[in-house]
């Protein structure tokens, strides 16, 4: 079974950007950022939800481009249309059975894009297997959490950490489902 990987940009408080998507206080370059940049280039499935996806278009995307050209992109969302569409571009709705088909799929680990809610979403359902987090070195105070609304509390095993320019930090961890407090 593939694993899914969370690998996201967070604050030193946990958010994923600020209020209104606002992502200004984020190392924008910098050797952490060339190695998340390098390790994307290994996933060829990215999942996301609608939130995210369109939060590309603030960067020049258009409505059923993809973020990642190399990479099969499954937006899940309830609501999203497009008039036309790449090719590697799919939408499904908020189901665990697309989750479950994509991680039985032969290949390798699947990147998860964020955002807060549909990361929260699949945490509450036990589907992240890594956190992969570049630790930005700032306090935001507010805007997305790192995992929504979730309140789930489960247990992780630090199994990678990287210090990069600007105290920019990229931190590996495995979660176990298995042990709870």
Request: one cysteine or more; charged letters at 20%; hydrophobic letters at 35%.
């Amino acid at each position: 079974m593939r694993n899914i990987v969370y690998y996201v940009a967070t604050s030193l408080d946990g958010f994923i950007s600020g209020p209104d998507g606002d992502i200004s206080g984020f190392m924008a370059s910098g050797n952490g950022v060339d190695q998340y940049l390098k390790d994307i280039q290994k996933y060829d499935t990215v999942i996301m939800g609608r939130t995210t996806y369109e939060f590309g278009y603030k960067f020049g995307m258009k409505p059923g481009d993809l973020a990642y050209p190399h990479m099969e992109h499954y937006i899940f969302s309830d609501n999203l249309k497009f008039e036309t569409k790449a090719e590697a571009l799919h939408l499904r709705k908020l189901n665990l059975d697309h989750i479950y088909a994509l991680r039985n799929q032969e290949g390798p680990d699947i990147y998860l894009c964020g955002g807060g809610q549909f990361a929260g979403w699949l945490l509450e359902h036990e589907q992240i297997t890594h956190l992969k987090l570049k630790l930005n070195p700032f306090i935001a105070g507010k805007g997305v959490k790192l995992f929504g609304s979730s309140t789930k509390f489960y247990k992780t095993e630090l199994i990678d950490s990287n210090l990069y320019d600007d105290g920019l930090q990229i931190m590996t961890y495995k979660l176990n489902y298995q042990i709870l407090r």
